[in-house]
C-alpha cells in the first residue's frame, strides 16, 4: 500500500508529506483548493508525463517521492524481484526529479530508470480512476478489455496466446505478398537486377583506382607546365652554362673549400660532411625531378584512356553509390536480391501451406478465447447487476453483447459492446446512448469493485467518482468505497459528506497565501475539526448546529460500517 507522499516545489504546493492509513482515505476541501494537485503528483511520480510547467515558480525542480509498505503482499513482491529490483525493509521508494531544464531523473530504491519503466512499476501499486477513464466506458472498443480483465489470469493468457498466434499468421502473410508478385512483376524486377549487376561487373571495379585515375588525369592535362618547370628546376642544379655556374658545382667548390679547411679547423670538418650529405640529397632530388617531368609527358591516347574510364566511373557512382566502395556493396545487395526471388517460387509453396495452418490454429485459439469470454460474460454482467442494485440502481438490466466480426485481429474473433438499461421495460442500449453522468459514475464503480476482485494492484484512487450522485445512491457509493477499503488500500478525493464520513483517514486540502505566493497545505482531521468539515460539505459556508448535528449522524454512520 502508499504509505507515504512527499512533495515539494510541484505547481502550488511547496513542501508536503502525507502519511497514508490503509483502508479509505479520503481528500476533501473547497473548489479549487489543489485536491486533484495531490493525485496529480502521485500520477508523475509513478511515469505519468510531466513538463517544466509543473515546477513551483521561482524554483529549479520539483521532487515527489513515494514509498510503499508489500510486506503483506508477496505477490508483487515476488514481480518486483523478479523484474531486478533491489528491495530492502518490505518498502519500495520512487523518485522523481524534474527539473526547469526539461531533465527527468526516475529513481526505484536509488536505481535510476527510465520513465517507462517507471510506469510499468506504477501500473503494479495503483490504479487510477478519474473523469477520464469513466469516459472510457463510453468507448466501446475498451469493453472487451474490461471483460477479459475480470476474467482474470487464464483469459488473459489465452487472449495473450490468440494474439500471438495472429502476429505470426501476419508476418508470414507479408512475406508470402512479398514473394507472390505477379509473374510479370518479378521478371522485370529481375531484369534490372541483371543488367545493374551485369553492368558493374563489366566494369571491373577497384577500390581507389578512381584516386589514382584523377592524379594522372592532372599529370597529364597539366604536362606542358610540369615540363617546363621541371626543366626550369633541373637546370638550377645542373646547368653551369653562361656566367652562373650552376647550383650543384658551387656546392660542390664550397665542399672541397671546407674539406681542405678541415684540415685546420676541425669545426669546419663537421660542416663539409653535412654538405657533402646535402649534395647526395641533391642527386636524388635532381632523380625525382627527371622522373616527374618523364611521367608528365603528354600522350592525348592516355589521357583519352583516362577521361573515357573516369567518366564510367562516374557514371556507376550516379546510379548507384558516391563512392567504388559503395557501388560495390550495391552489387552484392542486388544480387542477393536476385537470389532471393529465383528461390522465391520454392518458398511461397512453404509459406501458403504454413499461412493457412496459422489460419487454423487462430481460429481454435480464437474459439476457446470466445467459450471463456462466454462464460465470463454470464458472471461479470450477473455482478455487475448485484453491484449497481447497491448502488441504488434497481431493476437494472446489464448485457455484454458478443458480436463475431469478419476476420482475424489479435483480441479474438468477436467485439464486446456493454448494453444497459436503468428503467425496467426498456430495451438495453449501448451506454454512450443512455447512461447519465450519475448512472455512469455508478457503473464504472461497480465495475472497479468487480475488478478490484481479480486484480492485485494494492492501491486504488478515485478523482470525484461521485459526481452526479445524490441521495441515497451518495450513501451507497460511500459504502462501496468503504466495502473496498477493507479489501485494498482507497484514496478518494470527493464533494460529499456521505462519501468523506466513511474515511478511515480525512485529509483537508487548503490554499493559504503567505509573501504573496500562494501554496497548497494539507490537514489531518479528527475530532471536533472532522465534524467542521463535514459540516461545511453539508451545508455550505455557514456550520450550524443542524449541519453539525447531520454531521456527527453521519460520521456515527461511517463508524459502524468500519465497525469502531
Known amino acids: 500500500m502508499l504509505q507515504r507522499l512527499l512533495v515539494r516545489n510541484f505547481t502550488l504546493i511547496d513542501d508536503m508529506a502525507i502519511e497514508f492509513s490503509p483502508g479509505l482515505n479520503v481528500l476533501t476541501g473547497e473548489t479549487g483548493a489543489g485536491k486533484s494537485l495531490l493525485v496529480d503528483a502521485l500520477q508523475v511520480v509513478l511515469g505519468r508525463r510531466a513538463s517544466a510547467d509543473l515546477v513551483r515558480t521561482g524554483c529549479e525542480k520539483a521532487v515527489l517521492e513515494a514509498v510503499f509498505d508489500f510486506d503483506n503482499d508477496p505477490t508483487l513482491r515476488s514481480r518486483l524481484v523478479g523484474d531486478g529490483y533491489e528491495l530492502d525493509d518490505g518498502l519500495l521508494v520512487l523518485t522523481r526529479e524534474i527539473w526547469r531544464s526539461g531533465r527527468n531523473v526516475c529513481r526505484v530504491n536509488g536505481m535510476t530508470i527510465t520513465v517507462s519503466a517507471m510506469r510499468d512499476v506504477g501500473e503494479c501499486l495503483v490504479d487510477f480512476h478519474g473523469q477520464g477513464e469513466q469516459q472510457s466506458l463510453l468507448r466501446e472498443n475498451r469493453h472487451r478489455d474490461f471483460l477479459d480483465r475480470f476474467g482474470g489470469g487464464e483469459v488473459l493468457t489465452q487472449r495473450g496466446l490468440v494474439e500471438a498466434v495472429y502476429q505470426e499468421w501476419a508476418a508470414a502473410c507479408v512475406r508470402l505478398e512479398e514473394l507472390q508478385m505477379g509473374s510479370r512483376e518479378r521478371a522485370r524486377k529481375l531484369d534490372i537486377l541483371q543488367y545493374q549487376i551485369e553492368e558493374i561487373d563489366c566494369a571491373g571495379l577497384t577500390v581507389g583506382e578512381d584516386r589514382k585515375l584523377e592524379e594522372e588525369r592532372q599529370l597529364l592535362t597539366n604536362a606542358g607546365q610540369i615540363s617546363r618547370l621541371t626543366a626550369e628546376a633541373y637546370e638550377a642544379l645542373y646547368g653551369g652554362e653562361g656566367p652562373m655556374p650552376a647550383g650543384v658545382d658551387r656546392l660542390g667548390v664550397a665542399a672541397t673549400a671546407l674539406t681542405q679547411l678541415g684540415h685546420i679547423y676541425r669545426d669546419a670538418e663537421e660542416i663539409s660532411e653535412h654538405l657533402n650529405s646535402v649534395l647526395a640529397e641533391v642527386d636524388d ?16 591516347v592516355v589521357l583519352e584512356t583516362v577521361e573515357e574510364r573516369l567518366a564510367i566511373l562516374r557514371r556507376l557512382k550516379q546510379k548507384y553509390g558516391d563512392t567504388i566502395e559503395a557501388v560495390l556493396s550495391f552489387r552484392d545487395t542486388a544480387d542477393a536480391e536476385r537470389a532471393e526471388l529465383e528461390e522465391g517460387n520454392v518458398e511461397t509453396g512453404g509459406l501458403t501451406q504454413l499461412v493457412a495452418q496459422l489460419a487454423e490454429r487462430w481460429r481454435e485459439e480464437a474459439a476457446v478465447l470466445s467459450r471463456m469470454r462466454t462464460e465470463v460474460a454470464q458472471r461479470f454482467c450477473a455482478g455487475v447487476v448485484r453491484e449497481l442494485a447497491f448502488l441504488e440502481i434497481g431493476n437494472v438490466e446489464f448485457q455484454a453483447q458478443m458480436t463475431p466480426h469478419e476476420g482475424m485481429s489479435p483480441g479474438g474473433a468477436e467485439t464486446v459492446i456493454f448494453l444497459f438499461s436503468a428503467n425496467a421495460g426498456e430495451e438495453a442500449r449501448s451506454l454512450s446512448k443512455i447512461a447519465s453522468g450519475g448512472e455512469l459514475s455508478r457503473v464504472m ?20 467518482v461521485d459526481v452526479g450522485v445524490g441521495g441515497r445512491a451518495l450513501q451507497a457509493v460511500g459504502e462501496k468505497l468503504a466495502d473496498i477499503g477493507s479489501q485494498r488500500q482507497v484514496l478518494c478525493v470527493t464533494h460529499a459528506a456521505h462519501v ?4 478511515q483517514k480525512h485529509l483537508l486540502i487548503r490554499k493559504e497565501t503567505s509573501s504573496g505566493l500562494t501554496r497548497t497545505v494539507i490537514d489531518i482531521l479528527e475530532g471536533e475539526d472532522l465534524l467542521d468539515e463535514l459540516a461545511r460539505m453539508v451545508g455550505g459556508r455557514e456550520v450550524t448546529e443542524n449541519t453539525r448535528r447531520l454531521a456527527r449522524e453521519l460520521r456515527g454512520r461511517g463508524n459502524g460500517i468500519q465497525g469502531i
Not at 478490484?452 to 478523482?463: H, I, K, R, Y
Not at 468523506?500 to 474515511?503: D, L, P
Open 285 to 300: 632530388i635532381a632523380r625525382r625531378i627527371i622522373n616527374l617531368r618523364d611521367r608528365a609527358e603528354f600522350n592525348p
Open 445 to 464: 464503480l461497480a465495475l472497479k469493485t468487480l475488478l478490484s476482485e481479480v486484480d492485485d494492484v494494492p492501491t486504488l484512487v478515485f478523482d470525484e
Open 500 to 503: 468523506a464520513c466513511y474515511a
